[in-house]
């Protein structure tokens, strides 16, 4: 593993969101503004192409255009992990490749969906991509939505690698966080995935995290950050609580993306409508997403005080 800065990986990493034109199609534009508006703000890197950034919902040739996109913007400033997971491992190894070829700094990938899958067939699917690069890999563990649980013996043989440098947990337990950090060993990098769950994580074990609703207030998770790590704990968990407070308000929404990217726009941020299944927010609950996001600023304004 010390073939790899894992140093550059640790802290706030927004998971990105898709972003389309008005005909539903690829925004490079879009990409790049988004890309660049995160890049002010100080977050230490991006997350391309995961569960926020509607991977599975696009074509291989779309998801590299977005990260072509990204990694011409900001990949000399931000940290770039390019989720690469598909549901065959051919598409998975063709933009493993292609991660590698514009300058990505990792790639990282859930197992193949939709068949239920051997532990020995996650394993190989993974370690064709493995193999296809000279990048380092982190998994991306999230039953919920896989159905596939990452098992410590598994997680173990995977971390023995020098180039899996991690794994990233959206399940919600932090007790398995903790014991995925304790199998990987401490150079192993852990990242938490519950955003409602961002200190949690950090204080049993995680070097940082990556997730969806950090898109629309990444200030607040800088500032749980920065508190967590000054040892202000207290302060920290009030943070994390007026996030949890946002993040309850988004997931009372028909549409969570749909509302994180109405509130987005609301910014001068037009990044486009979620792709379906998954759904726009309608007019009708647009005075909850202005409330939410007026919320939301007047605790980043708090935060920068």
């Not at 971390?159 to 919600?172: L, R, T």
Request: charged letters at 20%; aromatic letters at 8%.
């Amino acid at each position: 593993m010390g073939a790899y800065d894992i140093n550059r990986f640790k802290g706030v990493i927004i998971a990105m969101y898709a972003c389309y034109d008005e005909q539903g199609e690829i925004s490079a534009a879009a990409v790049r503004k988004l890309a660049r508006h995160y890049a002010g703000l100080g977050v230490k890197g991006l997350y391309v192409g995961g569960s926020t950034g509607e991977g599975m919902l696009q074509s291989v040739e779309e998801r590299k255009q977005v990260l072509a996109a990204v990694m011409e913007e900001v990949g000399s400033e931000l940290t770039i992990i390019a989720h690469v997971g598909a549901p065959s491992t051919r598409d998975s190894v063709e933009l493993s490749k292609h991660a590698e070829q514009v300058g990505a700094h990792a790639i990282s990938a859930v197992p193949a969906i939709y068949y239920r899958l051997s532990p020995q067939s996650v394993e190989r699917h993974w370690q064709e991509m493995i193999d296809s690069t000279s990048l380092p890999f982190i998994i991306y563990h999230i039953p919920q939505t896989t159905g596939f649980q990452l098992s410590t013996p598994l997680l173990s043989k995977m971390a023995a690698q020098d180039k899996v440098i991690g794994v990233k947990i959206s399940s919600e337990s932090t007790f398995e966080l903790q014991q995925f950090k304790a199998a990987g060993g401490a150079d192993f990098l852990v990242f938490n995935g519950p955003d409602e769950q961002y200190l949690a994580g950090r204080s049993i074990g995680a070097d940082g995290g990556i997730g969806g609703t950090y898109g629309v207030m990444p200030e607040l998770f800088m500032k749980i950050e920065q508190c967590f790590v000054e040892g202000r704990m207290e302060e920290a968990r009030e943070w994390q609580f007026r996030v949890n407070e946002i993040i309850t308000g988004l997931l009372a929404l028909p549409s969570l993306y749909g509302g994180c990217k109405a509130i987005l726009k609301l910014r001068g941020l037009d990044i486009g409508q979620p792709r379906m299944p998954l759904l726009p927010i309608p007019e009708s609950e647009m005075d909850r997403v202005k409330e939410l996001n007026d919320k939301i600023l007047t605790y980043i304004d708090l935060a920068k005080a």
